[in-house]
């Protein structure tokens, strides 16, 4: 039993160029959820999903772009990576009661 | 979306020592939860805990939803238990984290 996997776990990639990150859950959650943890700070919603092809925008959304054409799967896209989105990325799911689990994160650095 | 904040920032505890951490949030949420940070960055779920008390161990947390608050206890500390702590609030379907407690258990 897998739970919640990221792909991949570490990512380095240059200043414009599309790079996207993967996650997958075993365990058929409604809801998944994007984040991002920078140096000093909490998580950050980026994204979520309650459904499959049911998206929304989180708190900082800008840049990124995700979709949902699975229950299972949830990827992120960065069209065209700037030096700001060097972070890591955290996907969460969650079902009812809405209680969120983590998957690993994705060390994401953009040169 | 609601603030919330975590105190306090840092804590450095002697092994066996107790503490007590703090997340107020500013408006009503449909549930709260706290996480563990380990230092290999991994998030692990502690207590999900929208109101009421529970206990987990050397482990228990209050939420007291009326009074916008909840609070982590931490008993007969552990080395194992450095890391940051971090509470997160759900509003309708967002969940906003607090900066966290970064925390720090001496042998």
């Known amino acids: 039993d897998a739970g919640i996997t990221q792909s991949p776990r570490y990512k380095i990639t240059e200043t414009g160029r599309q790079v996207t990150l993967m996650c997958h859950q075993t365990?058929?959650?409604?809801?998944m959820f994007w984040y991002r943890q920078d140096l000093g700070h909490g998580l950050r919603l980026i994204y979520y999903s309650a459904a499959a092809d049911i998206t929304d925008k989180g708190e900082v959304p800008d840049g990124y772009v995700v979709s949902r054409s699975k229950t299972e799967n949830f990827p992120l896209t960065l069209e065209s990576a700037t030096r700001s989105q060097t972070s890591v990325y955290f996907c969460?799911?969650?079902?009812?009661?809405?209680?969120?689990?983590f998957g690993p994160g994705t060390r994401l650095t953009v040169t | 979306g609601i603030q919330v904040e975590q105190s306090p920032p840092d804590l450095i505890l002697q092994e066996g020592a107790n503490s007590t951490l703090r997340c107020n949030f500013s408006d009503s949420v449909n549930n709260l939860q706290w996480f563990h940070q380990n230092p290999w960055g991994q998030l692990i779920n502690l207590f999900y805990?929208?109101?009421g008390t529970k206990q987990n161990g050397r482990l228990s947390a209050t939420t007291v939803a009326t009074e916008r608050y909840s609070l982590l206890y931490i008993s007969s500390s552990q080395t194992t238990d450095s890391g940051v702590y971090f509470c997160a609030a759900r509003n309708f379907n967002k969940f906003y984290f607090g900066s966290g407690t970064k925390l720090n258990v001496k042998p």
């Open positions: 805990i929208p109101s």
């Open positions: 969460a799911s969650s079902g009812h009661p809405y209680e969120q689990y």
């Open positions: 365990w058929s959650h409604s809801y």
